[in-house]
Nanobody, 121 residues
Framework: VQLQASGGGLVQAGESLTLSCVAS????????MAWFRQAPGKQRELVAA???????YYTDVVKGRFTISRDNAKNTVYLQMNSLKPEDTAVYYC????????????????WGQGTLVTVSS
């Protein structure tokens, strides 16, 4: 397994959750890292991404609530999610891909297995 995501769970609206994704050293050092999510019946969408140079991108609906970060010593990317809303409910996937950052899933070569985040109202 080249990408291993964890940290999902069931929380109430307004609460916080942190997702983690451990990657192999080779993949982590050579790629931008990203979090996508896919809700039932919807397309997979980019939530946040970070380059090896720590440039970041956030989709508008999570700006100010989510923070992406990476720990190069641990080959790990994190997604800190605050003020969660029911509409954040989805399976969250970590992915490794190109720089400059790409917004579509097809551009990412490596994927984790997904972790379910459920936010109750």
């Amino acid at each position: 397994v080249q990408l291993q995501a964890s940290g999902g769970g069931l929380v109430q609206a307004g609460e916080s959750l942190t997702l983690s994704c451990v990657a192999s050293r080779t993949i982590f050092s050579r790629n931008a890292m990203a979090w996508f999510r896919q809700a039932p019946g919807k397309q997979r969408e980019l939530v946040a991404a970070i380059t090896s140079g720590y440039d970041t991108y956030y989709t508008d609906v999570v700006k100010g609530r989510f923070t992406i970060s990476r720990d190069n010593a641990k080959n790990t990317v994190y997604l800190q999610m605050n003020s969660l809303k029911p509409e954040d409910t989805a399976v969250y996937y970590c992915a490794a891909g190109p720089t400059p950052l790409a917004s579509t899933a097809v551009n990412y070569d490596y994927w984790g297995q997904g972790t379910l985040v459920t936010v109750s109202s």
